[in-house]
């Protein structure tokens, strides 16, 4: 009669009983897993490390004097003198903080050749006042000129750089670097159209690789304080609105 494996009673394999360490020992059950406790807390201490660490990121030097009896003072001073090299680093390559209107014949030497020596945005505009996106982005050129004094931002009117250039292609936006166009975009499509705010023009400066990841300066404001401010700079008041809808109820009574 051939024999019978014998039957060991196991209630738990993972539980720390004497029973289940001779198990194991004889490698009848196998070794226990690991633990990940221990693993998780690791990860949380190091989550909390870097989260403390980065505490002062985006803060800018007036914040930082704020929290002089709160943080240990020579770690303090090493982040302020790190954000005063940020600043000078910026300011030492700031050369615009405008917007250049700029004629066809001096395409070459204002885009192309500038664009070796610092990345340039030009705005191909509408002539028609009705072209809402195109008077937008000519403020929001404006603001970023101002904010982004690194590059240059340009504009001309898009049918006079381009002969015939088609009005439904107004606002285009062409990117050179490096003295090629690296970049072209008809409308704001991209973007969030007409109602495409700095923060958004901001981003996708960012990922044309016009502007960094981590750029103090990406700070967005609300967006509120955004809006009134485009809104006001295109002469568009709901307050003019308003009065035309009083005259015209006013006209209906005379009727």
Known sequence: MPDMPVQVPVDDPNAD????????????????????????EAALEEVRRLAHENRLEGKELDELEELEDEEDEEFLELYQRKRMQEINALASKARHGKVYPIAKPDYSREITEAS???????HLSSQSHGNVESRLLSE??????????????????????IEN???????????????????????????????????????????????????????????????????????????????????????????
């Open 17 to 40: 009983t004497e029973w289940n360490d001779i198990l194991r020992k004889h490698k009848i059950i196998p070794e226990k897993p690991p633990s990940p406790t221990p693993m998780i």
């Open 165 to 255: 250039y088609p009005e439904r292609n107004c606002p285009t936006i062409l990117v050179y670097k490096d003295g090629d166009l690296a970049k072209n975009l008809i409308r704001l499509d991209e973007m969030k159209g007409a109602d495409t705010r700095l923060p958004d023009f901001e981003k996708w400066m960012l990922q044309q690789g016009m502007l960094k990841e981590g750029d103090m300066r990406l700070r967005n404001r609300e967006e509120e304080e955004e809006r009134k401010e485009i809104t006001n700079a295109m002469g568009i008041k709901s307050a003019n609105n308003n009065k035309a809808r009083v005259d015209d109820d006013e006209d209906s009574d005379w009727d």
């Open 140 to 161: 929001l050129f404006r603001q970023a000129a101002q904010k982004f004094p690194e590059i240059k931002f340009c504009e001309i009117v898009g049918n006079m750089c």
């Open 116 to 122: 070796k020596e610092f990345p340039v945005l030009l």
